[in-house]
């Protein structure tokens, strides 16, 4: 049998680990935000930040009363695409405009893949993670490796 001919996708690589760094900062009060810690901006007062674990002590003495830190992470996958094809590949089996120009390094999109909830974070023009809840990570991973040819 002859092998499909390449397409972007082919040039993906795929990469999950579990996201025990995420903690969720919700802000009530404009104080600032913290400027030192990556931070993903995922509803309108609502902030993930990202390897942050070992500094949540600090980070909560410096917000006080204007806020609050809950760490989620122990319930999320971070599967991180590298390639050029990373937005093919999220249009399988998804309902998202992955082209368009404003969704660049440093957006931040929530939306629906093959039924499960993700947040799409670009991190590059060749690479973006993509978080989503621990349950559903074996069945998005499953779909984007037989997408891959994989399995």
Known sequence: MAKAPATVI???????????DVIALDLWDDIGLPDDVRMLQVEPRRWW???AS???ADI???IGDA????PIGGGLV??????PGWRALLTISGCFDTENPGF???QVAATI????PVWIAVTGDDECQVHMASSYAPTVSALWTQALGLS
């Open 78 to 83: 971070r599967a991180t695409l590298t390639g």
């Open 10 to 20: 082919d040039a993906v690589a795929l990469t999950t680990a579990p996201a025990g």
């Open 54 to 56: 070992d500094r949540a």
């Open 113 to 116: 893949i093959h039924h499960v």
């Open 60 to 62: 909560a003495a410096r």
């Open 67 to 70: 806020g609050a830190l809950t």
């Open 104 to 106: 660049g390094p440093g």
């Open 49 to 51: 930040l990202i390897d």
